[in-house]
């Protein structure tokens, strides 16, 4: 059974930090591209970023460039959001997913796997 476990969520005041992790059993992230979504509430869902299954190529929302990195640690079947500089509309719910391909994508549809999601709250 795959799974997808996201961790690293909390309350942090604007112009902090925090650091996800997503961890996945089940199966081997080699051959997937992995994102980033977050849903603000009362909004839609939001592609934030996207890596290759090698990590070679990343991808970014604008909302988020410069101030996120999306890292990945194959050995350990993980990836990871580094989020600086956060701002209060950075608060939301931030769900991994994972999908079979060598491309980076912030479309929801092209990901068969997703975590439960962790909560991040930014405070001005």
């Known amino acids: 059974q795959v799974q997808l476990v996201e961790s690293g969520g909390g309350l942090v005041n604007a112009g902090g930090s925090l650091r996800l992790s997503c961890a996945a059993s089940g199966l081997s992230l080699d051959n997937y591209a992995m994102a980033w979504f977050r849903q603000a509430p009362g909004k839609a869902q939001e592609g934030v970023t996207s890596?290759?299954?090698?990590?070679?190529?990343?991808e970014y929302s604008d909302s988020v460039k410069g101030r996120f990195t999306i890292s990945r640690d194959n050995t350990q079947n993980t990836v990871y959001l580094q989020m600086n500089s956060l701002k209060p509309e950075d608060t939301g719910v931030y769900y991994c997913?994972?999908?079979?391909?060598?491309?980076?994508?912030?479309?929801?549809?092209?990901?068969?796997?997703w975590g439960q999601g962790t909560r991040g709250t930014v405070a001005s």
């Open positions: 997913a994972a999908g079979r391909g060598w491309i980076t994508t912030l479309t929801a549809s092209f990901y068969d796997h």
């Open positions: 890596i290759r299954a090698d990590g070679d190529f990343t």
